[in-house]
């Protein structure tokens, strides 16, 4: 005879677990700066430091935020490709988005440095290099600007003001993923 009975609830697979997992983290963030701010967040943007620079990232896009795991590097990729990740299990390919956008590398030795893992949905088993998570953002509380860079990519092209004046720069990573260059990591 069993001693779990029909009722006992059981742990939830994988993908279900992970699910769980970051609707978690992004209501960790939402309480976090709510705190810090006063007043409730409604954000559906990550503010992260890459490269230096202020940039977004639409929660729908990235799956989770995990410490800076060690990073194997790949014979023959490019030099923006830092490498394999375990994550959870998962080797998931690590890029340093500030030297794909020919930036100087990011402090990848920094205990505030994080890896954004992509949503599932895009089908890109990747992580960006992020030197630090700065919070929720919301796009309606900044000022959207006219594109410097028209002929730039289409995944960074959209830049917005906050109310203290800093620029910043909203990645699009379905964008991103689609970019040739962006596919192409060995040399």
Known sequence: MSSQTPDTPSTPAGPERRSR?????????ERMQAAKTGVA????????????????????????????QPVTPVPLAQDWYQGLANIRGNLTGVVDLARYQGQDAGDATA???????????LGFNCALLAERVLGLRKLADMQAVEARDEAGPEWRRQHFTDGE?????????AQLVREARFLQVGL
């Open 21 to 29: 997992l970051r609707q978690y983290q992004v209501q960790l963030l």
């Open 41 to 68: 967040v409604g954000g559906r943007e990550l503010g992260v430091l890459i490269g230096g620079r202020f940039c977004l990232l639409d929660l729908t896009q990235i799956s989770e935020i995990v410490p800076l």
């Open 111 to 121: 205990s505030d440095c994080r890896l954004i893992t992509f949503a599932p949905a």
């Open 165 to 173: 004046g800093r620029q910043w720069t909203r990645i699009d990573l």
